[in-house]
């Protein structure tokens, strides 16, 4: 779905943007966006998974990298569970539960979003995020 882009090429969103259309994006693909914090702009990522939207920061909770190398492709090859390419890491696209991998138990920042006549819209605010998710 969406090619290789740095961190500086990908959409700067605020609370009530427009991140996509629900129709652009497809079953167990996902779209990354910058949202701005109180810390500063943070990756973050949308995903389409059997019919839900959910969003969550690009970060996993073993260590502070990215899920995805920056390639824009966090599903496993099944399209079931989402992969941190660093150490192999599964969480659970909906919940951001991880299963299996070294931060087992712990659970992805989740990224309030709502989708509406059919467009997906990001809801987080910057108060809305706890302290010491930027750590
Ligand atoms: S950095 Fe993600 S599993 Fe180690």
Redesign the pocket.
Known sequence: MEMEKELNELPVLQTGDLICQTSELPASKSLRFVLISPYGPRGAFLLHYQGHFRAYLNK????P?T?DYDTGDFFTGDGCQLL??????LYDPLTGYCNA???IGLSLVPVKISVRQGSVYLEQRPEDFPSGTFD
Not at 60 to 63: E, K, N, P, Q, S
Not at 84 to 89: I, R, V, Y
Request: contains cysteine; charged residues 0%.
């Open positions: 996993c909770l073993h260590l990298v899920l941190c390419q660093t150490h192999g890491a991998g070294p931060p």
